[in-house]
């Protein structure tokens, strides 16, 4: 039998499989080797397990209102507050991997298919960059190199750390992080705030559109920025979309709907000049400074103690501000004062008063003022600080130059013009400028707080750093002692006659023999409820002498007004100078019977955590019974029955139309209790008015720069004419929200009241062909 023969073995393709094995396990260990030697740190630092376990990136500090809305925030340069993945909306989610990684749940950091089509096609089909990645260059990594060699390396680093990153964090927690990191442009730093820039609204409210819009911004945030380039973003937003319905997320129905909308932004800059409650956030700022400097952070394991940063840290700082009654507040200031300005113009032109806007003062004196107001300004400070001499500077303030400056008329609350420095401090004296805050009495809790007219233009809050005559407003605390010490009660009776308190008594250096406002007397007998609701001098000079000043200045320092006051009785028409804050605080002990409770704006610090760093411990003081209290109520509401304050309840019979022209939201016609009182100082310099519920107390000031900026007459330049209507507005507006609960209840009165307050037997009515006194109304 034959053998069969052995076929012969062709080697010839040996060395190329060789070969090829040798290069293919060579490229390989090679890889395997780059990635070793980037995690060694050959091509650069990596970050090491703690900061990828801790990545540091900057938080703003996030300033949060009673009812939940985000106020404002402190930053440097990184206006950012991290959302955890459960508050962002699924369609962002969806637009995000289906636009940047659509292989996104499938690898593990790095996209093999991905990164061979993008080496194959040398990146004309795509990228390859995962989120992951992405998030890395973001963390740890930085912008590409524009050299080769640096971006290949830069590159490897990427892959090393995506890969760690997705060992390290869920998937859910890695697009939070990469949403929460990238900056959108216009301070709007992470997904939190590019939807409330952007759009106006949290992250979880943005619709799938709005979201497409912020998803194609992370192609290029410069490049791809809706308010410059408008068209440019439309486009790419609809390639969002157009991705969202290729992977199945949405409906080629709902592309094409969607598609077709037009961008609906709704730009809305966040920065320590603008948005809602820019006086209060800047005294919150000193506050937390106070704070960080008496409350560092923990002792680290290495013995150290740094300092919180409210700029880096991200703490969470919740007030007692309500967003909807602080919008309340400026509107109601803004409607107001915008009228009263106009009729101040009006008023003060050069031909009806030559020396505009100031009013009683020699040249010399104007001369002074703006003399002092010029090396107060900016403008003199910075020229100075560059060398220049004081003849230079002073040269400039009378050369015409382009500037920017408030203007009510203006959507804006501002204009482009062209004057003189000088001509431009002149104009800003004439602007009339304001201060009101509103508390809940019970808990001290400060609810609303407007330091100014415009933060950026007039940074001096008025709530807190001005001080100015309290007028009449200062009234009830020489009521309050006469009831306190005495026992008087609101219907005991004295003569509207001229009184005197003789030299040497109540440490009087002269007699003081002060007048009514308008100079007469009666020579009737008043009431106590009726003298206060008609701000009555004679009656409250007689009070002050019965009393003495001592124990009026004793209840003014229990109630919180911490300014030294002197013992004399001329404190009695209010001539020393308080702030709204304190007034506001004094006059919640009437309304919480008879317990001051200091008033507090923080209730919490936390860290970004949600770690507790502080929390607030009231500051309360039992400083008049409850029947006193009361019985000061009862005497406030008279101011708005049947006093200065009528005007709150119905319209005049005369003169209405005239009236409801220069009084903004007249006629106002409440009904339920209110107590308060208005306040003028001499020459209309400052108009107070102090307002009550049961559960909100709220006071506002109204007046110039300058003492010497007013109005001419009582007519204009009463509290009741400038403070009040801004009160009437505000409580209006609240009242119009059941949601914030403000009451139109009676006040509670003690279970047991000893104090008469029955004056049905001697109060006369009062009505409006009365005399004009202090506040009561306008003089046509």
């Known amino acids: 039998m034959a053998r069969a023969k052995k076929k012969s073995v062709d080697n010839s393709f040996f060395p190329f499989i060789k070969w090829f094995w040798i290069l293919f396990l060579s490229g390989i260990l090679g890889v395997f080797l780059i990635f070793l030697l980037a995690a060694w740190g050959v091509f650069g630092e990596m970050p090491t397990f703690e900061r990828l376990e801790n990545p540091q990136t900057n938080l703003a500090t996030e300033i949060i209102s009673s009812d939940g809305a985000t106020l404002g925030k402190f930053y440097l340069d990184d206006n950012r507050t991290p959302v955890a993945y459960k508050d962002l909306p699924e369609n962002l989610v969806n637009a995000l991997v289906a636009t940047e990684d659509a292989r996104y749940y499938e690898h593990s950091g790095i996209d093999g298919i991905g990164t061979m089509r993008a080496f194959i096609f040398l990146g004309q089909r795509g990228g390859a960059s995962t989120i992951s990645q992405q998030l890395a260059r973001q963390l740890f990594v930085g912008v590409r190199s524009k050299n080769l060699f640096q971006a290949v390396t830069q590159k490897i680093k990427e892959w090393v750390i995506a890969t760690r990153l997705e060992r390290n964090y869920t ?6 992080m990469y949403m929460n990191i990238y ?8 997904i939190r705030s590019a939807s409330r820039i952007y759009f ?3 992250p979880r409210d943005l619709k799938i559109e709005e979201s497409a819009v912020l998803v194609g911004m992370l192609k290029n945030s410069s490049l791809y920025n809706p308010i410059r380039r408008e068209q440019l973003v439309l486009d790419r937003r609809n390639t969002v979309l157009s991705q969202m319905e290729k992977y199945d997320y949405i409906s080629e129905e709902e592309k094409d709907s969607l598609q077709a909308l037009k961008m609906d932004i709704n730009f809305s800059p966040e920065s320590h000049r603008e948005g809602l409650a820019t006086y209060f956030r800047m005294y919150l700022q000193g506050f937390l400074n106070n704070w960080l400097k008496k409350n560092p952070k923990p002792v680290t394991a290495e013995g150290e103690r740094d300092t919180w940063n409210i700029y880096l840290d991200g703490l969470k700082v919740y007030t007692t501000i309500d967003s909807r009654m602080q919008k309340n507040a400026e509107d109601a200031v803004a409607e107001h004062m915008k009228r009263l300005q106009a009729e101040f113009f009006h008023q003060n032109t050069p031909q009806r008063n030559p020396t505009t806007p100031f009013l ?5 004196e104007i001369k002074t003022i703006l003399e002092r107001a010029m090396k107060n300004s900016e403008r003199w400070r910075i020229m100075k600080a560059a060398g220049k001499s004081e003849e230079e500077i002073r040269e400039s303030f009378n050369q015409k130059t382009e500037m920017t400056v408030f203007d ?4 804006t609350r501002e204009k482009d013009t062209v004057m003189t420095p000088m001509d431009s401090i002149r104009y800003y004296k004439t602007i009339l400028r304001t201060a009101m805050m509103s508390m809940e009495p019970q808990t001290g809790h400060v609810k609303a707080w407007v330091g100014g007219i415009n933060y950026k233009h007039f940074q001096y809050d008025n709530v807190i750093q001005g001080a100015r005559q309290a007028g009449s407003t200062f009234k009830p605390f020489v009521y309050a002692a006469a009831i306190d010490q005495l026992r008087m009660s609101p219907c005991d009776e004295l003569p509207d006659s001229q009184y005197c308190i003789e030299a040497g008594k109540h440490g009087n250096p002269e007699p003081w023999c002060p007048k009514n406002s308008d100079g007469r007397y009666s020579g009737n007998m008043y009431t106590l409820k009726r003298a206060l609701a008609n701000s009555v001098n004679t009656v409250t000079a007689q009070l002050i002498d019965k009393v003495g000043p001592k124990p009026v200045v004793s209840i003014v320092k229990n109630l919180g007004l911490t300014k030294e006051i002197p013992e004399v009785p001329s404190i009695a028409l209010g001539t020393p100078d308080f702030n709204v804050y304190e007034m506001v605080g004094a006059y919640g002990t009437f309304a919480n019977q008879g317990v001051y409770v200091k008033p507090v704006m923080v209730t919490r610090i936390e860290d970004k955590n949600g770690t507790v760093l502080y929390e607030y411990v009231p500051e309360t003081k039992d400083v008049l019974s409850k029947e006193v209290a009361y019985a000061m109520i009862n005497l406030l509401e008279g101011v708005t ?12 019979n005369k003169n209405d139309a005239l009236y409801k022209e220069i009084i903004t939201g007249y006629p106002y016609e409440f009904t339920n209790p209110i107590a308060g009182k208005t306040g003028t100082t ?7 008015f102090m307002g009550m519920v049961p559960n909100l107390v709220t006071g506002v000031w109204v007046g110039g720069e300058e003492r010497a900026t007013h109005f001419k007459s009582i007519n204009y330049g009463q509290g009741a004419s400038m403070a009040l209507p801004i009160w009437a507005l505000y409580m209006k507006k609240n009242y119009e929200d059941p949601d914030l609960g403000v009451s139109k209840e009676e006040f509670q009165a003690p279970e047991n009241m000893t104090i008469n307050l029955d004056c049905s037997k001697v109060i006369q009515a009062v009505g409006e062909e009365d005399d004009l006194k202090d506040d009561l109304e306008l003089d046509f």
């Open 171 to 176: 998937k859910e927690e890695i697009i939070a």
């Open 183 to 190: 900056d959108f442009g216009y301070n709007a730093d992470g």
């Open 200 to 202: 106006g609204k949290e």
């Open 360 to 364: 009683d003062l020699e040249r010399e």
């Open 408 to 411: 009510w008329n203006s959507e």
């Open 641 to 652: 029955e049947g006093g200065s304050g009528t005007r709150l309840r119905h319209s005049f």
């Open 682 to 688: 001499q020459n209309q310099s400052d108009g107070w």
